[in-house]
């Protein structure tokens, strides 16, 4: 199975930082990455897949990079709704894996 | 819109089984794949089972194989998880979701039914 490996675990930011959290994958999963949001009692929500193409709907300051085994979440100017938990998951190959997601709060 | 509403959800004894259903609307369903993930509570997402849009292929995560089934009704636009033997650990919300394309990306989430297995 692939392990997917993200960090920080936990990141503290102001409104109009930037933030970056990297997803490390065990093994290569070429570009099959996505990139999850979920808010409290809500289920999660695509941002980005294909390691660094949009959702349809999602604010351009979200962008995601990377390939093989290393992948980035970047979010250029944090905004107040922006503050949740992120996830990343390989599509590669089965069985699908998430990252044990990064959790963003307010400074 | 695309609709994807879970239930069958409740409390079971350890050892006992549930079926879930997820009834889809708003998309050719039967041209999709369908995808269970679950989430324990505090915790993050697993990855449960996988069906073709056709029904032809099934997978599932380890945790869960020989226990769960993934199958689906097409004339019926649902997808069912028959889960049996249920453990502690399988307490969690479990969402049904559309792959993006019909593939491996989770593109559309239900609202998710709380499984809670205790004696």
């Known amino acids: 199975d692939i392990q997917m490996t993200q960090s920080p675990s936990s990141v503290s930011a102001s409104v109009g930082d930037r933030v970056t959290i990297t997803c490390r994958a065990s093994q290569g999963v070429n570009s099959w990455l996505a990139w999850y949001q979920q808010k409290p009692g809500k289920a999660p929500n695509l941002l980005i897949y294909a390691a660094s193409s949009f959702q349809s709907g999602v604010p351009s300051r979200f962008s995601g990079s990377g390939s093989g085994t290393e992948f980035t979440l970047t979010i250029s100017s944090l905004q107040p709704e922006d503050f949740a938990t992120y996830f990343c998951?390989?599509?590669?190959?089965?069985?699908?894996?998430f990252g044990q997601g990064t959790k963003l709060e307010i400074k | 819109q695309v609709q994807v509403v879970e239930s069958g959800g409740g409390v079971v004894q350890p050892g006992r089984s549930l079926r879930l259903s997820c009834a889809a609307s708003?998309?050719?369903?039967?041209?999709?794949?369908m995808h269970w993930v679950r989430q324990a509570p505090g915790k993050g997402l697993e990855w449960v089972a996988y069906i073709w849009y056709d029904g032809s292929n099934k997978y599932y995560a380890d945790s869960v194989k020989g226990r769960f089934t993934i199958s689906r009704d097409n004339s019926k636009n649902t997808v069912y998880l028959q889960m049996n033997s249920l453990r502690d650990e399988d307490t969690a919300v479990y969402y049904c979701v559309t792959g993006l394309g019909g593939g491996n990306y989770f593109e559309y989430w239900g609202q998710g039914t709380l499984v809670t297995v205790s004696s």
């Open positions: 998951q390989q599509a590669g190959s089965f069985p699908l894996t």
């Open positions: 708003g998309f050719t369903f039967s041209s999709y794949g």
